[in-house]
């Protein structure tokens, strides 16, 4: 499956963005998907993930209450809504997915993920 991220932007301090990442087959709603970030010169950190359905999902400590992750499988599509933003979540989004079809397993490790988005750029400014 090829994933395309979209949504990144500019956004002042405390604003919100929503990113989505729509999936090319329609087997994706068969897929995990996470999401992870990297800002330059950092490693790439997960933030949370989602499961085939939507029934079950899994957040990074650091974005608990913030962001929220959804799906939606009649348009293969899998959102990443970021309020409260701060200029630390300045960084380049990725989606990626693994083909876990009818299962609640999520993934934190990008190592665990069978294909990537090419990622779209959040700035947050001050």
């Known amino acids: 499956v090829q994933l395309q991220a979209s949504g990144g932007g500019l956004v002042q301090a405390g604003g919100s963005l929503r990113l989505a990442c729509a999936a090319s087959?329609?087997?994706?709603?068969?897929?995990?998907t996470g999401w992870f970030r990297q800002a330059p010169g950092k490693e790439r950190d997960f933030l949370g993930a989602i499961n085939w359905n939507g029934g079950r999902t899994y957040y990074a400590d650091f974005v608990k209450g913030r962001f929220t992750i959804s799906r939606d499988n009649a348009n293969h599509t899998v959102y990443l809504q970021m309020n409260s933003l701060k200029p630390e979540d300045t960084a380049v989004y990725y989606c990626a997915a693994r083909y876990v079809p009818y299962s609640e397993t999520v993934y934190v490790t990008s190592a665990m993920y069978q294909c990537w988005g090419q990622g779209t750029l959040v700035t947050v400014s001050s």
């Open positions: 087959v329609s087997t994706s709603s068969r897929y995990a």
